[in-house]
């Protein structure tokens, strides 16, 4: 994917932020110094360095813990579709559990 373009700003705007940079107490601008001694998270704090790894984007889903499901392609009729969604979230499993019902488990 690729990596969003961040609007320009004009050289006006750019000076308002430097001067709201150089103001500002709670977060002075590292010096060369402070800056060549920086470390790597995952040297400073290498679980949350490992966390952020490891942490899954909205909507992506992770391996399953035991794989019991398989993943198939199958044409519905639109009634019965429209029929679970009807009930909200959850009508994928809902159809799931309606067919496992069918065949007696």
Same mark, same amino acid.
């Given at each position: !994917? ?5 609007? +320009?700003?004009?050289?006006? +705007? ?5 001067? !709201?940079?150089? +103001?500002?107490?709670? =977060? ?6 402070? /800056?060549? #001694?920086?470390r ?16 899954r #984007?909205?909507?992506? #889903? *992770?391996?399953? &813990?035991?794989?019991?499901k398989? /993943? ?9 579709v429209?029929? /679970? &969604?009807? *009930? *909200?979230? *959850?009508?994928?499993?809902?159809? =799931?559990?309606?067919?496992? &019902?069918?065949?007696?488990i």
């Amino acid at each position: !994917m690729p990596k969003a373009r961040l609007p +320009e700003i004009s050289d006006e +705007e750019e000076d308002a932020v430097q001067k !709201m940079i150089a +103001e500002d107490p709670d =977060n002075p601008e590292l010096t060369e110094e402070e /800056f060549a #001694r920086a470390r790597p998270l995952t040297e400073v704090l290498p679980d949350l360095a490992e966390a952020f790894r490891r942490a899954r #984007r909205p909507g992506e #889903r *992770g391996p399953q &813990k035991a794989p019991t499901k398989e /993943f198939v392609s199958l044409r519905l009729d639109r009634a019965v579709v429209e029929h /679970f &969604k009807r *009930g *909200g979230e *959850g009508w994928r499993a809902r159809i =799931n559990d309606t067919l496992k &019902k069918a065949i007696g488990i």
